[in-house]
């Protein structure tokens, strides 16, 4: 494995899966303000234009297809994992474990193969569940239940690299990413962020639980950091800062769109009995629930999840951008789509 001081000098080769992606794209556009060299793992059904653009070598695969991995892969001296399937429905369920997990596997017994110098595996804070700790840290055990099957996949996908790392030498670092806001969000969290701006949400749901969030651009600064920080292979990091409740989302989200907030507050357990029903006519109907109530989201949501993040700040020098702001930049980008 290849060794370097003062990387931000050299033009390193970094391999990345998920590019295309919310949080990839914005690594994207950060790593092109470094010296450092992209290669980029695409699907054919890919949108690759910006990354063309930001002059990104493009490998045709998939991470469910190793040898499309290895391909792209050697050569490289970083790797970052970004792919997986994040959302909480999906009419074949097996689309998690393929991607979530066994595509992890692939990444990272490749890295081994290809003899890379660090892995960064972006994992997520779902993973923790319900932590005894509260708030949390990198050192809390997780907690006995995740509430959805994205949560599951990522969890077995993360237990897969840290067994690499102990048994194989994997050189691993693992970010685990609040819920990420900004412009043009088209997950879960930007799609809940849409849905009020547009007030297709009729009512208040889970005023008082309470999750962990971060600007976008602050996980791709975090990324590279951590890509550039010396001695921290199998370190944990827990990337964001801000604990907000649903209510005080909503707040927000009224204020900078200018639009009123819903006047009826439901009570969780009938939000929860309602998205049972709707995901179960969806996997009948195999389209998505109404307004995204998928039971999984919906436990998410009504769990929280709540980590104290400070060791990003002190051991990678991130200092995370308000909140308000990542708000503000979503709901411009909504308002001006329409």
């Known amino acids: 494995m290849k060794k370097y001081r003062n990387v931000e000098r050299f033009r390193i080769k970094t391999f990345i899966t998920g590019a295309t992606g919310f949080v990839g794209m914005n690594l994207a556009r950060r790593l092109a303000q470094t010296n450092h060299e992209m290669y980029c793992l695409v699907r054919k059904t890919s949108r690759v234009d910006e990354l063309k653009q930001l002059g990104a070598t493009l490998i045709e695969g998939d991470v469910r297809d190793k040898a499309s991995i290895l391909k792209g892969m050697k050569g490289c001296d970083w790797v970052v ?53 509260y708030p949390f840290t990198e050192e809390s055990e997780v907690g006995p239940i995740r509430f959805s099957e994205y949560a599951r996949t990522k969890y077995e996908g993360d237990l897969i690299a840290w067994e690499l790392y102990e048994k194989s030498k994997l050189p691993l670092v693992m970010l685990y990413l609040a819920s990420a806001l900004g412009a043009g969000d088209p997950k879960p969290s930007g799609q809940f962020i849409n849905n009020l701006v547009q007030r297709r949400i009729p009512t208040r749901v889970f005023e008082n639980s309470r999750l962990t969030f971060v600007h976008v651009r602050d996980v791709a600064e975090a990324i590279l950091r951590a890509l550039e920080k010396e001695n921290n292979i199998g370190e944990k990091y827990l990337i964001g800062k801000y604990n907000l409740t649903f209510r005080e989302i909503g707040e927000l989200v009224s204020e900078i769109a200018g639009v009123p907030r819903p006047k009826i507050s439901v009570p969780d357990i009938l939000v929860m009995s309602n998205s049972r029903i709707l995901t179960l006519l969806a996997d009948i109907t195999k389209k998505p629930p109404l307004l995204g109530m998928a039971i999984d989201q919906m436990r998410t949501m009504k769990e929280g999840s709540v980590f104290e993040g400070s060791k990003s700040e002190r051991e990678l020098g991130i200092t995370y951008t308000p909140i308000r702001t990542a708000i503000e930049e979503a709901v411009a980008s909504f308002q001006s789509r329409e």
């Open 81 to 133: 994992n970004l792919a997986n399937i994040y959302t909480f429905w999906e009419p074949d369920k097996k689309i998690y474990t393929d991607v979530n997990v066994k595509g992890t596997q692939n990444v990272m017994e490749c890295a081994l193969e290809a003899g890379v110098s660090k892995v960064i595996h972006v994992s997520t804070l779902v993973i923790y569940g319900k932590p005894k700790d």
